[in-house]
C-alpha cells in the first residue's frame, strides 16, 4: 500500500481520484481547505470502508501545508504520490482582469502547486521514490480567449513541471502532467464571468461563453481522470504529459497551425472566426 496525498477533494477530480486510489488499495490522505464539505468522501468512506484520512489544508498557506504534510508524515513515515489537484478558475478579457482574482488565480494553482512540491520532495529523495501529479488543462496548452490569468497559471504549472522533472529524475521521482479538457466538475459553477453589454470585449465574451457552452454538456466524468491518474502515477513506463477528456484533441490540433494563424483568428467576425476556428482546431461553436 502507498501513501497518497491529494489536494481537492471536496468535489470533482480530487474526489474521484481520492476514491480510486482508495479502491485500489492506497492509503489516501485527501485534503480540502473546508472540511465541512466533505459530505460525499466521508459517505463514500465509511460506505466501502475505504483507507482514506480527510485532513484540513489550505493550498495558500506556507503554514497549512507545513502542518498538513508533518501530519502525514508522522502518521505514516512517507508520501508516495502526492496529487496537486486544487484550482481556481477566471474568465474575463485581460484587459480589465481584476487583479485580485488575477493573483488569487496563481496563489493557488501555480504557488499551491509549489509549496506544496518543495514540500514533499525532501521525503521522495531520502526513499528514492515518489510520483508528484499535477492538474494542468488542455488551457495549459492552448491559451483560450477571455481566460488569460487561468491559462498563464496553468502554463506556468507546465514549464515548472517539466523543469521539476529534470531535476528529480536522478532521485528516482517522477512528474506528471494530467491535462484534462471539459470534465464534469463544479469549477464553472465556481467560476468568476465577468460579462459587460458595453464592453468593446464583448465579441470575446462571446466567443468564449460559445466555447464552454458547447463543451460542457458532453464532459468527461471526473472518474475517467482519476484512472489516468492512478496509471500515471504507477505506470513502469511514465510519460510527462496525459491529455485526457473531451476536448484534449484540441492540443495536437492548435500545434498544427502557426501561432500567426491563430492569434489571426481573433480579428475576424463571429461568422468568420466560428467557421476557421472549426478548421483550425476542431471545435464546432456554431
Given at each position: 500500500?502507498?501513501?497518497c496525498?491529494i489536494?481537492?477533494t ?13 479502491r ?7 485534503t480540502m481547505r473546508?472540511?465541512a464539505?466533505?459530505e460525499?468522501l466521508?459517505t463514500?468512506?465509511a460506505?466501502e470502508?475505504?483507507p ?11 503554514q ?10 508522522a502518521e505514516?513515515?512517507r ?6 489537484n486544487a484550482g481556481?478558475?477566471s ?6 482582469y481584476?487583479?485580485d482574482?488575477h493573483?488569487a488565480?496563481?496563489?493557488t494553482n501555480?504557488?499551491?502547486v509549489v509549496r506544496?512540491?518543495?514540500?514533499v ?6 526513499q528514492?521514490s515518489g510520483a508528484?501529479?499535477?492538474i494542468s488543462s488542455?488551457?495549459?496548452r492552448?491559451?483560450?480567449l477571455?481566460?488569460?490569468?487561468y491559462?498563464?497559471?496553468?502554463f506556468?504549472?507546465?514549464a ?8 528529480v529524475?536522478?532521485f ?6 494530467i491535462?484534462p479538457g471539459f470534465?464534469r466538475?463544479?469549477i ?11 464592453s ?10 460559445r466555447f ?5 454538456p ?7 481522470v ?6 500515471a502515477?504507477?505506470?513502469?513506463q511514465?510519460r ?8 484534449s ?5 492548435r500545434?498544427?497551425?502557426?501561432d500567426e494563424?491563430?492569434?489571426?483568428l481573433g480579428?475576424?467576425?463571429?461568422e ?8 483550425a482546431i ?5
Amino acid at each position: 500500500m502507498s501513501t497518497c496525498l491529494i489536494t481537492g477533494t471536496s468535489t470533482g477530480i480530487g474526489l474521484a481520484t481520492a476514491l480510486h486510489m482508495a479502491r485500489h488499495g492506497h492509503k489516501v490522505h485527501a485534503t480540502m481547505r473546508n472540511t465541512a464539505k466533505a459530505e460525499a468522501l466521508n459517505t463514500a468512506t465509511a460506505a466501502e470502508d475505504l483507507p482514506i484520512v480527510l485532513r484540513a489544508m489550505d493550498v495558500t498557506s506556507a503554514q497549512s501545508i507545513t502542518t498538513c504534510v508533518a501530519d502525514v508524515l508522522a502518521e505514516d513515515g512517507r508520501i508516495d504520490v502526492l496529487v496537486n489537484n486544487a484550482g481556481l478558475s477566471s474568465s474575463c478579457p485581460a484587459e480589465v482582469y481584476p487583479e485580485d482574482e488575477h493573483r488569487a488565480l496563481f496563489e493557488t494553482n501555480y504557488w499551491g502547486v509549489v509549496r506544496l512540491t518543495e514540500a514533499v520532495l525532501p521525503g521522495m529523495r531520502a526513499q528514492a521514490s515518489g510520483a508528484i501529479v499535477n492538474i494542468s488543462s488542455i488551457a495549459g496548452r492552448v491559451a483560450i480567449l477571455n481566460q488569460a490569468a487561468y491559462c498563464a497559471s496553468k502554463f506556468a504549472v507546465e514549464a515548472y513541471s517539466e523543469s521539476l522533472a529534470q531535476e528529480v529524475a536522478a532521485f528516482g521521482i517522477r512528474i506528471v502532467l494530467i491535462e484534462p479538457g471539459f470534465i464534469r466538475t463544479a469549477i464553472t459553477e465556481n467560476t468568476p464571468v465577468h460579462y459587460d453589454k458595453a464592453s468593446p470585449y464583448k465579441h470575446v465574451m462571446r466567443r468564449s461563453g460559445r466555447f464552454f457552452a458547447r463543451g460542457m454538456p458532453i464532459a468527461t466524468p471526473p472518474e475517467a481522470v482519476a484512472a489516468v491518474i492512478l496509471e500515471a502515477a504507477t505506470t513502469d513506463q511514465p510519460r510527462l504529459r496525459y491529455p485526457v477528456g473531451e476536448g484534449s484533441e484540441i492540443i495536437e490540433r492548435r500545434s498544427g497551425i502557426s501561432d500567426e494563424a491563430f492569434v489571426a483568428l481573433g480579428a475576424l467576425d463571429d461568422e468568420a472566426y466560428y467557421a476557421r476556428l472549426s478548421d483550425a482546431i476542431g471545435v464546432d461553436l456554431t
